[in-house]
């Protein structure tokens, strides 16, 4: 995640294009395409969104620096839709969800908008918006009430003298075996080909 844009180089419409035409081809059970984005590239429309959510983020050295990325994309998905497409005849034996697959579909096109910044030679970061606030950010930007709030990326090219790195890393990554198990949790073993 970059968490530091260079303010006044502003991102071709056609990389953000190509952005958002990959994220539409992420996964999507039942081809249900549950997934929405409100993207904001003029000035105005970023100030809108950081006036709206900000009463409630502390004024601080990430948030002025989440200020001057030059692209916004809210991602939005929608439970009805996939609800709507499980009800139909075709999938009338796959009814029921063992997981909310709208939030699976939804970070996965997340991840293709991050990976597809990346190959355009931008930087991203992805970022929650504040729960007390969705109601006014969906006021704000024309949002329908039964679209569920997923996240914000943040688009912009990275500033790297000002980019921090979050603190968060200091906690390293959990050992492969935590988070790997072959054929049963808590195994290591593996009967993949070295």
């Known amino acids: 995640m970059v968490r530091a844009f260079q303010p006044d180089r502003v991102v071709p419409e056609a990389s953000v294009r190509r952005i958002l035409r990959n994220a539409q081809r992420g996964p999507s059970a039942g081809f249900s395409q549950g997934n929405a984005y409100v993207v904001l590239t003029n000035a105005a429309d970023r100030e809108r969104f950081w006036r709206t959510s900000a009463e409630t983020r502390a004024a601080n050295d990430w948030l002025s620096r989440m200020q001057q990325a030059p692209v916004l994309v809210l991602c939005w998905c929608s439970e009805n839709l996939y609800q709507q497409r499980y009800a139909e005849a075709d999938k009338s034996e796959a009814r029921g969800f063992a997981a909310p697959y709208w939030y699976v579909d939804a970070g996965a096109a997340a991840m293709l908008i ?58 390293g990554r959990r050992p492969e075996s935590d988070v790997v198990h072959m054929g049963r949790w808590g195994s290591a073993d593996s009967s993949l080909p070295s």
């Not at 930007?141 to 890393?169: H, M, N, Q, T």
């Open 114 to 171: 991050l990976q597809t910044a990346v190959d355009e030679g931008l930087g991203a970061c992805l970022f929650g918006m504040p729960p007390q606030r969705v109601d006014q950010i969906r006021d704000q930007f024309g949002v329908p009430a039964d679209w569920l709030p997923v996240a914000v990326i943040a688009l912009g090219y990275a500033d790297a003298e000002r980019d921090r790195r979050s603190v968060s890393l200091r906690r």
